[in-house]
């Protein structure tokens, strides 16, 4: 990971420009070179890729995780999405599942989203660094306050989106979208951690959120784009 971060040249710009420049992000920036020269191993190595990959103008889906993955070689800085030939994790494969069970689809071989994040899924975690084997070792360093941001600007934009919400802590960001008052879809469920997962009150496997987005969307006229 290089420091200073570098800034997306997307239409995400000015949010993280103003998110550099405000005291979060100036101590998230010092905090993290503060554990680099410690030699602290820190995950993943773009942090902000989720943003130069699905620019806000092409932004359908939201999916909101909370952490990156704490194993070396996981984190890619996607949510949920893992490199090439890893191994893939229980989440996502009960995500894989899901999209199996839903829409009918073979379960991937690849764990990496990055053709998902290409065709419009904003993969969002809400802190956006980890270190080595430390889950939520980074949390409440300032990464909360760029991508609560981030979220409120996909909300505002008025390009109808849905926002698929698993887990309490995802959940929680439900009111940032709700004050923006446009035509956007939010899907809840429990997150698809296999703790999780087939527990009530809104089981992750069972919950159809995928079918329900692709019709929503293409009602709208915002149905995944055309391969060539």
Request: net charge positive; with cysteine.
């Amino acid at each position: 990971m290089k420091l200073p971060l570098e800034i997306p040249d997307t239409d995400w710009r000015p949010v993280v420009e103003a998110w550099a420049a405000s005291p979060a992000g100036q101590k998230l920036q010092a905090f993290l070179a503060e554990r680099q020269a410690a030699g602290a191993v820190i995950y993943p190595p773009e942090p902000l890729r989720a943003l130069t990959l699905t620019p806000l103008s092409q932004t359908r889906v939201v999916i909101l995780g909370q952490d990156p993955y704490h194993g070396p070689g996981q984190a890619e800085g996607l949510s949920f999405s893992v490199p090439e030939g890893v191994r893939h994790p229980p989440s996502l494969q009960n995500i894989f599942k899901e999209i199996e069970r839903d829409l009918g689809v073979p379960r991937a071989r690849s764990g990496s989203l990055v053709h998902w994040a290409k065709g419009g899924t904003l993969l969002l975690n809400a802190v956006l660094t980890v270190e080595d084997g430390q889950p939520a070792s980074h949390a409440n360093r300032g990464w909360e306050a760029l991508t609560d941001a981030i979220i409120k600007a996909a909300a505002e934009d008025p390009a109808p989106k849905v926002f698929m919400l698993w887990g309490s802590y995802a959940q929680a960001k439900a009111p940032l979208i709700a004050a923006a008052g446009q035509d956007h879809l939010v899907l809840k469920a429990n997150h698809p951690s296999p703790l999780s997962a087939l527990k009530p009150p809104r089981p992750f496997i069972g919950c159809g959120h995928f079918s329900t987005a692709k019709a929503w969307l293409e009602e709208r006229g915002r149905g995944a784009p055309r391969k060539a």
